[in-house]
């Protein structure tokens, strides 16, 4: 059944033009940007000084965490893949003519699911690569998989946005309005509720229980490590809690994908 999900998923993007540009964007972004940061840093005689003493980001195992962190900023574009190929159904109604042609509205969502979960292993796989070529770019480098667990932070990551990304998709059933929602969501609403939360609980706007408000606790495992520094202090969850919630927010997404396509009208 998984191989018949997969097909029928594939068949309706192999053609779609749109698909192909975000993939190809995502690629690009991940690659350059990498490559920029790394030509930027080697650019700079003081920067090479400084690696030199405390080590590169792209020295290996500090890599891992270099490529995952450049690509937690990049998670809308999958994000955008699963907005847009799940409201096409709606708009084509090709959701009705697949239920009507002898497919389970289960099975339905189930397609829809792996193809996040199919996002989500190449998304981890280019990443892969991406640190293995930079990092054995990085003189004095030698292949690690000491800290690859960033790697998995990442898998993660990208399954919590995609997943309410398709859940979004379901209810709202429009490209414009979701990716609106979506995005506003993602880059103010959360970080807003995160902080005020924060507030409301300790007084501290950087310490509480908001990082473990439904995207943030995947963000939190790939945090930016140079604010902790200058801030002298590590006000983030344990890594073991951060993955609990992570796991909860994606199966509560799951169950409620489910839910939602198999009682709605279609």
């Not at 801030?231 to 951060?242: C, D, E, H, T």
């Amino acid at each position: 059944m998984i191989l018949k999900l997969l097909k029928i998923e594939w068949l309706k993007l192999k053609n779609y033009k749109t698909f192909w540009v975000l993939v190809g964007l995502l690629l690009l972004c991940i690659i350059g940007i990498n490559y920029i940061y790394f030509q930027v840093i080697h650019s700079n005689s003081k920067a090479t000084v400084l690696m030199g003493m405390a080590g590169s980001p792209f020295q290996f195992p500090e890599i891992w965490h270099t490529v995952a962190l450049i690509a937690s900023y990049l998670l809308f574009l999958p994000s955008l893949i699963v907005i847009i190929s799940t409201t096409n159904e709606f708009n084509f109604k090709t959701h009705r003519q697949n239920v009507i042609d002898g497919l389970s509205r289960t099975e339905f969502i189930y397609g829809k699911m792996l193809l996040i979960l199919v996002l989500s292993v190449a998304f981890t796989i280019v990443l892969f690569l991406t640190g293995v070529v930079f990092g054995l770019s990085e003189a004095y480098s030698y292949f690690s998989m000491e800290n690859s667990s960033q790697l998995y932070y990442s898998f993660i990551q990208c399954i919590s946005y995609t997943s309410l990304a398709l859940l979004l998709s379901l209810l709202l059933k429009r490209s414009g309005l979701t990716i609106a929602l979506f995005f506003t969501y993602v880059f103010l609403i959360e970080n807003i509720l995160v902080l005020l939360i924060n507030r409301f609980a300790t007084g501290d706007p950087l310490e509480g229980p908001g990082y473990y408000l439904t995207l943030d606790p995947t963000d939190k495992l790939v945090p930016i490590q140079m604010f902790q520094k200058a801030l002298q202090k590590n006000f983030l969850p344990p890594v073991a809690n951060l993955l609990i919630a992570a796991h909860c927010y994606i199966i509560l997404y799951f169950v409620l994908i489910k839910r939602k396509f198999e009682t709605a009208d279609l």
